[in-house]
């Protein structure tokens, strides 16, 4: 009985706490400059005549577009990446004279997704630095069977989020004669 008294007591001086008003006090300097503080300083600062805070809830915000609309534009504003493809080079393509050249290309990411992720190309089984960009050119792929592989990191923490399917590509060279 005690203890439950003891708990309700607590209880309403909390509540009786928070619902006392906080004193604001202002002063204004030699330089025209106004300071609020809840505590008085000195004998400068003199209680505050402000208005009564008032809280306004906030209400949802009513779409006037179907939820298909919606869900495309969630998909596009969240900075998540739906569809990560490999664009090039194509599975089982012969590239030809070239110059030992390789151009590589992911599926396009949004400003939003860039802010969040880099892409990040393997070929034959080494790691290329990631870059900003899609699309990015390689140079010294020398004649001969190749791999490729996308993946999408994670600008922060540099985890995978995605990878492309391996596709192996054939570079030639025209001969000289």
Not at 79 to 94: A, D, S, W
């Amino acid at each position: 009985m005690c203890k439950t008294l003891m708990l309700l007591f607590l209880g309403w001086c909390t509540v009786a706490q928070a619902q006392e008003e906080k004193k604001i006090y202002k002063y204004t300097d030699k330089n025209g400059v106004t300071h609020y503080t809840e505590t008085k300083p000195s004998e400068d600062y003199e209680e505050a005549d402000l208005p009564q805070l008032s809280v306004v809830p906030s209400a949802p915000v009513r779409s006037t577009t179907n939820n298909t609309d919606n869900e495309v534009e969630a998909e596009k504003d969240s900075g998540e990446v739906q569809k990560f493809e490999l664009l090039q080079p194509v599975k089982e393509q012969n590239l030809w004279g070239t110059g030992g050249r390789l151009t590589a290309k992911v599926s396009p990411l949004t400003d939003a997704q860039k802010v969040k992720y880099r892409v990040q190309f393997i070929i034959d089984g080494k790691k290329q630095e990631p870059a900003d960009e899609t699309t990015q050119v390689f140079e010294n792929i020398y004649r001969g069977e190749h791999t490729v592989q996308g993946l999408l990191v994670n600008r922060f923490n540099q985890k995978v989020l995605r990878k492309t399917e391996k596709v192996t590509f054939y570079m030639h060279q025209n001969s000289k004669k």
